[in-house]
């Protein structure tokens, strides 16, 4: 959505509220595959000259957990917050949210944050189990009756023990 902040830059106390969904034209992860659009809710609000940009983005995503591979349906929230601007003062600045021409590309941005705040590991649930180291079974799923690796250390207790 492109959004003109031509009036909301000139107005002090003047805002504009948003909710909508749009689902983006290019993949925004290898690692994982939106199944719903994107929905935004927020507003951007000019406070004494200050404009800020308040909300929150959510979708569902199919992604692999890191632990047993298996696919499943995560949903996301991811809150967006910037501070924007029309011109820089200063050289570069992290902080500000430069909006060329006074027209903001929203859906780029939100596409932004949802990249950055994406964790590099997904989980199916907390306690998954993973998968056999020894005979690729997901453990999910049942034991697989494997025996497991003695730790080095757990079997140089387990000698002196026996002594
Ligand atoms: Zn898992
Ligand atoms: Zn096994």
Do not use: W
Not at 13 to 25: D, I, K, L
Not at 32 to 48: D, E, H
Not at 55 to 78: D, I, L, P
Not at 81 to 88: A, G, I, K
């Amino acid at each position: 959505m492109q959004v003109s902040l031509e009036q909301i830059f000139n107005i002090p106390g003047s805002s504009r509220e948003f909710n909508y969904s749009f689902t983006p034209e290019y993949s925004l992860s290898d690692d994982f595959c939106l199944t719903s659009p994107i929905s935004f809710k927020g507003r951007v609000v000019n406070t004494a000259g200050i404009v800020t940009l308040d909300g929150q983005a959510e979708f569902t995503a199919a992604v692999m957990c890191s632990r047993c591979a298996e696919e499943f349906q995560k949903a996301f929230k991811v809150s967006v917050q910037h501070t924007l601007v029309f011109e820089l003062n200063d050289e570069d600045n992290d902080e500000f949210i430069l909006v060329e021409n006074k027209e903001l590309d929203l859906d780029a941005l939100i596409c932004e944050d949802t990249v950055l705040s994406l964790p590099f590991t997904f989980l199916c649930k907390e306690d998954c189990k993973g998968i056999c180291s020894q005979c690729g079974k997901n453990l999910n799923e049942g034991a697989c009756g494997c025996k497991k690796p003695i730790d080095p250390r757990m079997a140089a207790l387990l000698d002196l023990l026996d002594d």
